[in-house]
């Protein structure tokens, strides 16, 4: 079976953020849980929007909402270890694009995980996706386009 493979841009890494593994992020093998990894991706997010000005959920009933999820683990995470999340946007459309995450121990500069995040703009309202908002589009002038 093909492996995933992720590689991403250094240009487009937009902010950084540290987490910290808790007691209650191991799972049975002594290790950071997928599910867990998957709960500080989101929060890495979380911090990520909120630093640029961008609400999930806007007053209008307009939003981001997550389309996918990709992440490839390079080196197991254990309790109380401060976790770097590194956290960038890339291959925008006209709907959405890309949140792509770094995940270094900065203690032992070891890789731990690489993670990508698919996103589109949707019409909470409507229950529809809609275009990307043009103030989203000027936070973040580098990021390629794809057709």
């Given at each position: 079976?093909?492996?995933?493979?992720?590689?991403?841009?250094?240009?487009?890494?937009?902010?950084?953020?540290?987490?910290?593994?808790?007691?209650?992020?191991?799972?049975?093998?002594?290790?950071?849980?997928?599910?867990?990894?998957?709960?500080?991706?989101s929060e890495a997010r979380a911090r990520f929007l909120y630093?640029?000005?961008?609400?999930?959920?806007?007053?209008?009933?307009?939003?981001?909402?997550?389309?996918?999820?990709?992440?490839?683990?390079?080196?197991?995470?254990?309790?109380?270890?401060?976790?770097?999340?590194?956290?960038?946007?890339m291959d925008f459309n006209k709907y959405g694009g890309d949140?792509?995450?770094?995940?270094?121990?900065?203690?032992?500069?070891?890789?731990?995980?690489?993670?990508?995040?698919?996103?589109?703009?949707?019409?909470?309202?409507a229950g529809r996706v809609v275009e990307m908002p043009e103030?989203?589009?000027?936070?973040?002038?580098?990021?390629?386009?794809?057709?």
């Open positions: 079976m093909a492996r995933l493979q992720l590689y991403f841009p250094e240009d487009q890494y937009y902010f950084t953020t540290q987490l910290t593994v808790r007691v209650t992020d191991i799972n049975g093998a002594n290790h950071l849980g997928n599910d867990s990894m998957i709960s500080m991706i630093d640029f000005g961008i609400r999930e959920t806007a007053a209008g009933g307009s939003g981001i909402i997550v389309t996918d999820l990709a992440t490839t683990y390079k080196a197991e995470a254990h309790a109380r270890d401060q976790l770097l999340f590194e956290v960038g946007v949140i792509t995450f770094r995940i270094t121990r900065p203690a032992d500069q070891t890789l731990v995980a690489m993670a990508k995040s698919g996103f589109v703009f949707f019409d909470y309202r103030d989203f589009k000027a936070k973040f002038a580098r990021v390629n386009f794809l057709d």
